[in-house]
């Protein structure tokens, strides 16, 4: 079973929208209440990331028998430090991203903790990927 999203920069009125449908499909697949916990927060801040960083990204989800597989990439700054960024409270969000109550740098932290296996490729200037799984 294979989902795909488009994700806007800058919409925060959507963000999350990608994530709620992955948790309702979950949810009536039967899937433990505490494996959904772990994939909906790992989603909505890789949502979060590309909304308050990128121009725009995809989610692509996958869910098979024995693990749920996510690709989140974007289009945007990219990361220059990947290990600086993986500090807690680390942030490179703007102001006005900080004012919506966002970018307390704790999207990648909190992914990594909430996956079994987290990839992170980026590219200074072209964008983001990350690939995620939770096994099941």
């Given at each position: ?120 490729q980026s590219t200074p200037g072209v964008g983001t990927k990350l690939e995620m799984i939770v096994y099941i």
């Amino acid at each position: 079973m294979q989902y795909e999203f488009q994700i806007e920069g800058g919409n925060f009125s959507g963000a999350g929208e990608s994530t709620s449908v992955i948790k309702k499909t979950l949810k009536q697949l039967g899937i433990d209440s505490t494996i959904i916990k772990r994939v909906v927060i790992a989603l909505f801040e890789a949502e979060i990331n590309v909304v308050a960083h990128a121009y725009n990204g995809k989610m692509i989800v996958e869910i098979f028998e024995d693990q749920i597989k996510m690709i989140v990439e974007d289009n945007g700054p990219g990361i220059e430090n990947i290990e600086l960024a993986m500090q807690e409270g680390y942030s490179t969000a703007s102001e006005k991203v900080r004012e919506m109550g966002f970018g307390a740098g704790m999207g990648l932290p909190n992914i990594k903790k909430n996956t079994d296996v987290l990839n992170i490729q980026s590219t200074p200037g072209v964008g983001t990927k990350l690939e995620m799984i939770v096994y099941i």
